[in-house]
């Protein structure tokens, strides 16, 4: 079997080994997840939300535990990572509380005696997860689906191993019933043969675009139910009237939010020219100050993910550099161990050039002049992807208008970075996704929309 080597991205010394499971192991743990379907979906949200609160209690209790083997894998700040398992509580006891509201039957008037909506599970749902939020993208699709009497196949990162263990044994000492949710380690050539098993009746991804086309092609091939999440190119207009000071900070922490790993970080800020200049320099001010270093230690930031995804970052600044771009801050590799990279900020750039038209996944910030409010809206607009969106003006009924009316994503914020709620439905429009997660909406994507009619 193959094995699975884990890296600390700080100093790029080996963690674990694991083994990858083999397809008959993989062919049993789906029969055994589609059989433990069969008793779950007849359990009652009463009992379901009991163990979902049990599982929240878990997380807090652990907390440190679970930050820590975020950290050590994939490099996230210890006090993010806390933050993180927090989160997760947080979704599991919100769908405890609501699951059973969101999926009430509603009766409709009809010609009929009777006739309802009702909200039925589909089964075997696959979950294909990143590495850059281990345990809350896995959370926010895993609480909702099993509160919806689904049960759950988890295909993590390889990177991240040990936290997709730990999700399993979240829900096993939860009290969950084995099989309910189940991890499987394998390749990424595995999940194909995944998808064609006739019991996973759907499935999630939150990755990459190539990844999501994969995943929605071969799901597509055998007629189950997709929703992706992909990347993004979020920009953040800031007008002429917007609190500089505080867009600024805004903006830095969004960019630099889990070392610029982040599908809805910010990655292009449109600044109108009356303010284009004051605004740069108080954002390199801020950028400037990010503290680099050990991720148990408290800094801003730690390593990125990987090497090789801290070169491919850096591989995009300098051909952005070729095609015009230039470099008013950081954009060079430090001389020392681990994944790390500057705070960095790019200006000069134009259309064609690739921090202009690429999603970078690191902490490379994208600054470009818009000549007015028309114009901002525009270049904010000229992109393939559709995530997040955000716009800073002390007018919040304009602000409203513009990222209700204007702004072409999924998530639009006025003055605050775009961030995940489980009370909010959270995906994207065009090459970043479809479909929605979190709040009603998310539980609402895995289930069998019935109708009833009795005459």
């Known amino acids: 079997m193959k094995k699975i080597i884990t890296i600390n991205p700080a100093t790029g010394h080996e963690l674990n080994e694991y083994e990858s499971f083999s397809d008959e192991k993989v062919s049993k743990l789906i029969s055994a997840t589609q059989k433990r379907f069969s008793e779950w979906k007849r359990t009652s949200f009463s009992h379901r939300a009991e163990l979902m609160n049990k599982a929240a209690k878990v997380l807090e209790d652990n907390k440190e535990e679970y930050a820590e083997m975020m950290t050590q894998e994939m490099g996230k700040t210890y006090k993010s990572a806390i933050g993180e398992v927090e989160k997760c509580a947080w979704v599991c006891r919100y769908y405890a509380e609501n699951a059973a509201e969101f999926l009430k039957s509603e009766e409709v008037e009809t010609e009929a005696s009777k006739s309802k909506i009702c909200y039925r599970p589909l089964g075997v749902v696959l979950a294909v997860m990143p590495w850059n939020y281990p345990l809350w993208q ?217 921090a202009y038209e690429e999603e970078i996944f690191g902490p490379v910030a994208t600054v470009i002049k818009a000549k007015d409010e028309e114009d901002a809206i525009r270049i904010a607009n000229d992109t393939e992807f559709g995530l997040g969106a955000c716009v800073f003006t002390k007018d919040l009924e304009k602000g409203e208008r513009i990222a209700e009316e204007e702004l072409n994503a999924g998530c639009c914020f006025v003055n605050q970075f775009v961030k995940s709620d489980p009370r909010l439905p959270f995906g994207g429009i065009n090459a970043s996704g479809y479909g929605r997660e979190l709040s009603y909406y998310g539980i609402r994507e895995f289930v069998n929309i019935k109708t009833v009619y009795v005459k």
């Not at 771009?325 to 000069?348: D, S």
């Open 138 to 354: 896995v959370f926010r699709f895993a609480a909702p689906a099993l509160m919806a009497g689904n049960v759950g196949l988890l295909k993590h990162a390889s990177n991240v191993p040990g936290c997709a263990l730990i999700i399993e044994d979240v829900f096993r000492q939860a009290g969950f019933p084995e099989n309910t949710f189940t991890t499987l380690i394998i390749s990424s050539s595995q999940v194909e043969k995944v998808l064609d098993h006739s019991a996973v009746k759907a499935a999630t991804l939150t990755g990459s675009g190539p990844a999501g086309s994969a995943v929605a092609s071969s799901a597509g091939s055998k007629i189950k139910k997709t929703v992706l999440e992909l990347g993004g190119s979020d920009p953040y207009i800031v007008l002429e009237d917007a609190d500089i000071e505080w867009a600024a900070e805004q903006c830095k922490t969004s960019r630099l939010l889990n070392t610029g790993q982040s599908c809805i970080g910010a990655k292009r800020f449109v600044v109108v020219d009356e303010v284009y200049d004051e605004f740069l320099e108080k954002f390199k001010e801020k950028m400037a100050l990010a503290s680099v270093g050990d991720p148990m230690d408290d800094v801003d930031m730690g390593p990125m993910a990987r090497i090789d995804l801290r070169d491919e970052v850096h591989d995009q600044v300098e051909r952005s550099v070729k095609k015009g771009a230039k470099v008013i801050l950081g954009g060079e590799i430090p001389n020392k161990p681990g994944a790390f990279y500057p705070a960095t900020i790019l200006t000069n750039v134009k259309p064609g050039n690739p």
